[in-house]
């Protein structure tokens, strides 16, 4: 059939044509939230066939900024990573301003969440932008400080059946509007489902950058990985790691295993390795996955890879291990080393939002709908966070000062400056602000570890 001329009188054809972008705007502070706001980004608009759909990536400045490295890392996202660009809290506020959003995707840190829902109030825009926020992977701390963060925004995600009903049970308990927690999915499960290949076997361990916490625990599972290596020597043992010495994640890391490896005695088996890169990539020759309790475990399990979670350091809260009671999956290395495969309970899965049944592919059609009913409203009601100067006077007014805004939203006098104009100047003020970033990292990295351990003599 031959194509139909643009002049077509077909009023569908120019409605199409006419209709404009739908603009989206993804403001994240790390690599980890990058990805997941940029994936969710994609799948709330997978179904907008009807207006062509425009991307805008911002980072929040500060300490976990992703590298360009770590950016590319990520992996395909439906975003030119070349044109992210680095904001202060104030700068994306200006952006919404003037800029035009329709849909804004705030992949950031609670504290962070509730500033900008309290800078986009204050804007007082004649027709705001949808707000939708949620949590990067499994949510085992500081539950109903980090939902309460994050109410008031139009959509908060839940990335499971299990997870929707536990924030809509925080918000009911301190009677506040549950209506936008919405139940979907995380949005980078994917891939080709686990298949085994003659020949090969390979182990890997999904590092954290926080968990655990303590040299002495760190080192122990390094150690073991590596006797795990040592007693297998035909089976490949990659450590997955999430930065390079020097790059920030989500969550600090002050012992980075690259550091403790160089360290380790006897030196390292020549079937051990370490490798960065994307997760999916690496979850494509993976034969058994290992962790304390990194979201790589739902990956993994969404994929129906072998999937261990270890307890050799306890089921304890802060390691995020007590997620996975009753999954099937928590066990140590021993049992490990001794040929065990931990089968995954499938109720337990399914609770998850991770089981591989055909589902997952559904899982945003409820969030997408509500995204696209608020667009079609004629007037969005205002952003009404739980925490408000009366509510929480004690606690709000510091959240907002840390990211350059008074007790009301507005700015506070001092935090619009003026941009530099000329490349010289730019290049000086970026050069200065990676600089400061560098020895921050450096002092997290190395001079904190070191003070603390001089206060322990």
Do not use: C
């Amino acid at each position: 059939m031959p194509p139909r001329s643009r002049n077509s009188a077909d009023p569908a054809d120019n409605a199409t044509a006419a209709a404009p972008a739908l603009r989206v705007a993804v403001l994240a502070d790390s690599d980890t939230r990058w990805k997941w706001g940029a994936l969710t980004a994609h799948r709330l608009t997978a179904g907008a066939e009807e207006r062509p759909v425009e991307t805008t990536g911002l980072l929040l400045r500060g300490r976990a900024t992703p590298t360009p490295r770590q950016l590319a890392e990520v992996g395909e996202v439906g975003v030119d990573t070349s044109r992210v660009r680095e904001v202060t809290a104030v700068e994306f506020l200006h952006a919404v301003r003037d800029e035009g959003y329709d849909v804004v995707v705030l992949a950031l840190v609670g504290g962070a969440v509730q500033a900008m829902l309290h800078g986009l109030a204050a804007l007082g825009l004649p027709r705001r932008p949808v707000v939708v926020t949620g949590y990067v992977g499994v949510v085992y701390e500081k539950l109903a400080d980090g939902l309460l963060l994050r109410h008031g925004a139009d959509v908060v995600l839940a990335n499971s059946r299990h997870d929707a009903e536990r924030f809509r049970a925080v918000y009911e308990g301190v009677g506040a509007d549950a209506s936008s927690v919405t139940e979907a999915a995380l949005p980078f499960l994917g891939g080709e489902p686990h298949r085994p290949e003659e020949g090969r076997d390979t182990v890997v361990f999904a590092a954290q950058p926080s968990v655990p916490a303590t040299r002495a625990e760190r080192t122990y599972l390094l150690r073991r990985l590596v006797e795990h290596a040592r007693l297998h020597p035909g089976r490949e043992v990659l450590l997955k790691l999430r930065s390079k010495p020097g790059e920030h994640t989500t969550h600090i890391e002050e012992l980075p295993y690259q550091r403790l490896a160089e360290r380790l005695p006897g030196g390292l088996p020549p079937n051990f390795r370490l490798v960065y890169g994307h997760m999916g990539e690496v979850l494509d020759r993976t034969d058994l996955l290992v962790t304390v309790s990194s979201t790589a475990a739902l990956e993994s399990l969404h994929r129906r890879i072998p999937t261990a979670i270890l307890s050799d350091l306890g089921v304890r809260e802060v390691l995020g291990n007590h997620h996975f009671v009753g999954s099937g999956l928590i066990t140590s290395w021993d049992h490990l080393d001794g040929g065990l495969r931990p089968q995954p309970d499938e109720e337990w899965v399914a609770g998850q939002g991770v089981a591989a049944d055909g589902t997952y592919e559904s899982a945003y059609d409820t969030a997408r709908a509500r995204v696209g009913e608020l667009l079609a409203a004629e007037e969005l009601p205002s952003l009404t966070p739980y925490y408000t100067p009366a509510t929480a006077p004690g606690y709000l007014p510091g959240i907002l000062a840390r990211h350059h805004l008074g007790p009301d939203g507005t700015p506070l006098p001092g935090a619009v400056t003026p941009k530099e104009t000329g490349r010289v100047r730019g290049a000086v003020r970026e050069t200065v602000r990676n600089a400061a970033r560098g020895a921050y990292r450096h002092g997290v990295q190395r001079v904190a570890p070191v003070i603390r351990r001089m206060g322990e003599l």
